[in-house]
C-alpha cells in the first residue's frame, strides 16, 4: 500500500506523466508545464505548491522548537 501511495506522490498532476523520484517530478514541472517552483527558507527543499510548502516549514520550526526544549532539559 505505501509502495502505491510514493508512486502516486511522483505523478504530474497536469500531464499524468510517472516518475521515479520527487527532484524528476519537480524539474518536469518546471519545464515543461512552466510552475513555480517555491523553496523552504530554511533548508531550500523545493515544492510545486505553497501548501505543501507551509506545511514542511510548520514542520521544521515544531522540531526546532522541540530541540531547544530538550536541550534545555539537560
Same mark, same amino acid.
Given at each position: 500500500?505505501?509502495? +502505491?501511495?510514493? %508512486?502516486? !506522490?511522483?505523478?504530474?498532476?497536469?500531464?499524468?506523466? !510517472? +516518475? #521515479?523520484?520527487? %527532484?524528476?517530478?519537480? !524539474? $518536469?514541472?518546471?519545464?515543461?508545464?512552466? %510552475?513555480?517552483? #517555491? /523553496?523552504?527558507?530554511?533548508?531550500?527543499? %523545493?515544492?510545486?505548491?505553497?501548501?505543501? #510548502?507551509?506545511?514542511?516549514?510548520?514542520?521544521?520550526?515544531?522540531?526546532?522548537?522541540?530541540?531547544?526544549? $530538550?536541550?534545555?532539559? /539537560?
Amino acid at each position: 500500500m505505501l509502495k +502505491f501511495l510514493l %508512486q502516486k !506522490k511522483n505523478n504530474c498532476t497536469n500531464c499524468k506523466e !510517472k +516518475f #521515479r523520484t520527487s %527532484q524528476e517530478l519537480l !524539474k $518536469h514541472a518546471k519545464e515543461i508545464h512552466k %510552475q513555480i517552483i #517555491r /523553496k523552504c527558507n530554511n533548508c531550500g527543499k %523545493q515544492f510545486l505548491n505553497e501548501k505543501d #510548502r507551509l506545511h514542511h516549514m510548520k514542520e521544521e520550526k515544531q522540531r526546532e522548537i522541540d530541540y531547544r526544549r $530538550h536541550k534545555n532539559l /539537560k
